[in-house]
């Protein structure tokens, strides 16, 4: 990318967005900034009470002003609810446990707001995601996990193709976030103070519950003791719950150090299974999954081999032995057993730190 290209970088109103936008233009690009807005006030009122939303396009716009760029504000409601209010209404209503994080990567900032920076000129995309893009010497282009690996945000990236990579920037990811700050602060951007959990109004910022209940009317039934099949009380509808879960049962275990943890979801019957928690728990722990609709960055993996897996965001990566099988899926070992990987779940596979894509636990 040459230095006179025109970047878009996409500005959240964030401390690391608002670092890339500082660090590029530094570099001496031709920057702008957009806000993305993704959810309608009107139809999120009940459940976006607490997100920030207009307070993060004002910081936004005051960093663009600092900065001296260009800041718009992209209405992308309409995309949003598409692409992926919609995915997690439907993943709910089918029982699974959706990703709308690693979805919101894939269809909106790499989707439909590259598209609309491609289609108004710019070269280029540019986040505050904690990752690295190396160009291979074959034109192509690889996703490395960010340098620190506290913030390393390549999981959510899993999905995200080569294409999309192609244009796409990450100027913080090769530092780690203390200096991230220390940058913000010594040129003093106006948010540099601004608490990380701030941000964005995407489903990781909304009480999932409030969503479900606006989405999905509830549907109870019993929980049930797995083994047994004891009744042991009602639910509000299966959608509320996943694999794994142990918070909002609402089943005491009257028995000390044991806990109620969701060990299944019967469809059939509609019952929520529950079970105490321990390692031998029927369909708690598994080593070995299929994983479905597989995504790859760079070249498909298409025989067997060792790879790196990252079960999950905060899981640490771990070896796995990967056995492609037919139409996009494969087959997974890992060495010891994992505990809850639900259905609709990304597992984000590696070779070291380069992220080679990822799949659907089915
Ligand atoms: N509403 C938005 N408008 C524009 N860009 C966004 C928006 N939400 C997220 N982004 C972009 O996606 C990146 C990663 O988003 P994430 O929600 O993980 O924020 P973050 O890591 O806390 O970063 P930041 O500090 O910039 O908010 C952000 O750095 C930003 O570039």
């Excluded at 099949?229 to 959608?239: A, F």
Aim: glycine share 8%; aromatic share 10%.
């Amino acid at each position: 990318m040459s230095q006179s290209s025109r970047i878009l970088v996409a500005l959240s109103g964030g401390v690391d967005s608002a670092v890339a936008a500082l660090l590029l233009k530094q570099q001496g690009y031709d920057v702008s900034a957009a806000y993305m807005r993704t959810w309608m006030n009107e139809e999120g009122s009940d459940i976006l009470a607490d997100c920030p939303w207009e307070e993060d396009i004002r910081q936004a716009k005051a960093v663009a002003a600092h900065l001296g760029i260009d800041f718009e504000v992209v209405n992308l409601i309409q995309d949003y609810r598409e692409r992926v209010v919609q995915y997690l209404v439907d993943g709910y209503r089918q029982g699974i446990t959706p990703n709308p994080d690693i979805m919101c990567n894939r269809e909106m900032k790499f989707g439909v707001f590259r598209d609309y920076a491609r289609r108004n000129g710019f070269s280029a995309v540019a986040t505050g995601h904690y990752c690295r893009r190396v160009e291979n010497p074959d034109g192509s282009c690889d996703l490395l996990a960010g340098l620190d690996p506290n913030k390393d945000q390549s999981y959510f990236l899993a999905l995200v193709r080569q294409e999309q990579l192609r244009d796409a920037l990450f100027p913080i990811g090769e530092l780690l976030k203390p200096r991230v700050r220390k940058i913000a602060l010594e040129n003093q951007l106006p948010n540099a103070a601004r608490k990380d959990s701030q941000g964005i109004c995407f489903l990781g910022k909304v009480n999932i519950n409030d969503f479900l209940r606006y989405y999905i009317p509830d549907r109870p039934g019993k929980i049930v003791r797995a083994g047994t099949g004891e009744i042991l009380g009602e639910h509000r509808g299966l959608h509320h719950f996943t694999l794994g879960q142990r918070q909002g049962i609402g089943v005491p275990s009257n028995t000390d150090n044991e806990h109620f943890v969701v060990v299944s979801k019967d469809f059939d019957t509609n019952h929520l299974v529950i079970a105490f928690d321990h390692h031998d728990s029927p369909g708690l722990w598994g080593q070995s999954f299929t994983l479905e609709r597989l995504s790859w960055v760079n070249q498909p993996v298409d025989e067997q081999r060792t790879l790196q897996a990252r079960a999950r965001y905060r899981d640490p990566p771990v070896e796995i032995n990967f056995q492609p099988v037919e139409n996009g899926r494969a087959k997974i070992n890992f060495c010891d057993p994992q505990r809850a990987l639900a259905v609709g779940q990304v597992c984000a596979l590696y070779d070291g730190s380069t992220l080679l894509g990822g799949g659907f636990y089915s």
